[in-house]
């Protein structure tokens, strides 16, 4: 198994400028998640999903659209890119089986994708 | 003041000296997740608990659900162990799974 995925692992844009990130995971979780780490901060939630086709915002939601039309991917969007999206964005998933192991709830996260917004 | 909070921020020991990582959170957890990234920047689980103690090899992870504390201990540390060490609070919020995040501890173990 691949586990989760994330494309691309780098990228540069200009502000104003529009790109997509994919997160794929082979573990057929329910749950899948989109970070951002930014230097002091640790990990802050954008945006989740609890199942295919389901969103919900997460703490800092501003500026991203995310979509999860695959049970297995889950794609964050940037529409008009700003230097304070400058960040290390990192997806991650987890299932949702209530009543068993609490190792069912950990979560499993993709390598990142370093994100420049000049 | 955030909800979790990790102690210290960076911690710099010797090849063999026992380590300890404390994170104390002020909200209502189901648990509470240890993660370890490494230098160059993937994120790892090491622990989910929700009492009691558990360990791995030479880590080990307590809990305190009472006094809202939880510590990570490395024994007979060594270089490779050197990495930034993450505790989460585990939350449901309105049916979801979320985790509050500190903002980790950057271990440096010299050989």
């Known amino acids: 198994n691949a586990g989760v995925t994330q494309t691309p692992k780098f990228r540069v844009l200009k502000t104003g400028q529009s790109m997509t990130l994919l997160c794929a995971q082979d573990?057929?979780?329910?749950?899948m998640y989109w970070y951002r780490q930014d230097p002091g901060m640790g990990l802050r939630l954008i945006h989740y999903?609890?199942?295919?086709?389901?969103?919900a915002k997460g703490e800092v939601p501003d500026g991203y659209n995310v979509s999860r039309l695959k049970k297995q991917n889950f794609l964050l969007g940037l529409e008009s890119a700003a230097p304070s999206q400058t960040s290390v964005y990192f997806c991650?998933?987890?299932?949702?089986?209530?009543?068993?192991?609490?190792?069912?709830?950990?979560?499993?996260f993709g390598p990142g994708t370093r994100l420049t917004v000049t | 003041k955030n909800e979790v909070e990790q102690s210290p921020q960076n911690l710099t020991a010797q090849e063999g000296e026992f380590i300890t990582i404390n994170c104390s959170y002020s909200?209502?957890?189901?648990?509470l997740h240890w993660l370890q990234q490494h230098p160059g920047g993937g994120i790892v689980s090491l622990f989910m608990?929700?009492?009691g103690k558990k360990k791995h090899g030479r880590l080990i992870a307590t809990i305190n659900i009472q006094e809202k504390h939880s510590s990570l201990h490395i024994t007979a540390s060594h270089p490779r162990d050197s990495a930034v060490y993450i505790c989460a609070a585990l939350l449901f919020i309105q049916g979801a799974q979320k985790l509050v995040f500190g903002q980790g501890t950057r271990l440096t173990i010299n050989p």
């Open positions: 573990m057929n979780h329910e749950y």
């Open positions: 909200v209502g957890i189901s648990a």
């Open positions: 608990l929700s009492s």
């Open positions: 999903s609890v199942g295919e086709g389901t969103t």
């Open positions: 991650a998933s987890s299932n949702l089986r209530r009543g068993l192991s609490l190792s069912s709830y950990e979560q499993y």
